[in-house]
């Protein structure tokens, strides 16, 4: 190649407007393609199935993305739930503290009032957070899909999305497949979660009561998850932390308990008799909030 062609090649512009038509789908494809036209993944998902038959889930956002200069911030925002010692060691490389890292220099004023914006905020992260070395693929709602040390799972990133005070933060359930789910209902399913709803609130709990000659009925749907992990979320997943969120949820939740341990302190019981683990890891070296009904 001579220098006036490279020359010529490099002034080529790399973005299209538009295209001439449209792809072309392989009317020969496998399940993947059926499952597609059945409707059975998210509009904002598509299936690939490699020669290995490694399957991956890409996140396809429908329109141009907004930018994420429209979101970023000069200012650090406040995380909920990081221990900052972690978060300043740049040798700390988990998935919750590379997200915290990427997440603080965004601004949420656009989630207040309005959930649906959370999914277009981050949206226009995904490229600095997968340059940050995070893998995520894919986004719904307030949620991400990362891979984690438990395998792929819908991370719920943005606490109170929609309220007028939303906050950053690693709402992990500490639940994982092997490889991506189409949508976090498909995770909730895989991961024994009864119900698979994609509303973060709708985890609230699945575990039975059993009763006698009626249907079983969940003790923790009469919690409110959402106000809980507002006011956990505020001190870090630890001991320490959970006891001195207690005075606020005793004044939230008048009659809750903090159940003994002796070597840690991670369940909650309430005036109905719901006990719930609202740390996963607890003991180890990544706890995060999380919820886990016990009955």
Do not use: C
Not at 51 to 78: D, H, I, K, M, Y
Not at 225 to 240: C, F
Not at 271 to 282: I, M, R, Y
Request: aromatic share 8%; charged share 20%; hydrophobic share 35%.
């Amino acid at each position: 190649m001579n220098v006036s062609s490279a020359t010529l090649r490099e002034s080529q512009p790399r973005n299209f407007t538009r295209v001439d038509s449209a792809p072309q789908v392989n009317q020969n494809s496998n399940a993947s393609n059926e499952a597609l036209n059945q409707g059975a993944f998210s509009s904002r998902a598509v299936s690939f199935t490699t020669n290995t038959g490694v399957r991956q889930v890409l996140s396809e956002v429908l329109g141009a993305p907004a930018s994420s200069n429209a979101f970023r911030t000069e200012e650090t925002v406040p995380l909920e739930g990081y221990d900052y010692n972690k978060l300043n060691n740049p040798d700390h490389n988990t998935p919750k503290y590379i997200f915290g890292r990427v997440a603080q220099h965004y601004k949420l004023d656009s989630v207040q009032g309005d959930k649906a914006k959370a999914e277009q905020l981050l949206t226009a992260m995904l490229p600095e957070l997968r340059e940050a070395g995070l893998e995520v693929v894919g986004v719904e709602g307030d949620r991400i899909q990362v891979k984690t040390e438990v395998g792929y799972e819908w991370v719920d990133v943005v606490r109170g999305a929609g309220s007028d005070n939303p906050g950053w933060w690693w709402g992990s359930e500490g639940k994982g497949t092997t490889q991506p789910t189409a949508n976090s209902k498909q995770w909730a399913a895989a991961t024994g979660q009864n119900g698979g709803n994609s509303n973060a609130n709708a985890f609230a709990s699945f575990a039975p009561v059993l009763t006698q000659g009626k249907k079983a009925t969940p003790l923790g749907n009469s919690i409110d998850r959402a106000a809980v992990m507002a006011i956990v979320s505020k001190y870090p997943p630890t001991n320490e932390g959970i006891q001195q969120a207690m005075p606020e949820l005793q004044e939230r939740f008048p009659g809750v308990q903090l159940l003994e341990h002796p070597q840690r302190l991670d369940k909650l019981k309430f005036p109905n008799g719901a006990v719930v683990d609202v740390v996963v890891g607890a003991g180890g070296n990544e706890p995060t909030w999380g919820w886990n009904p016990e009955n």
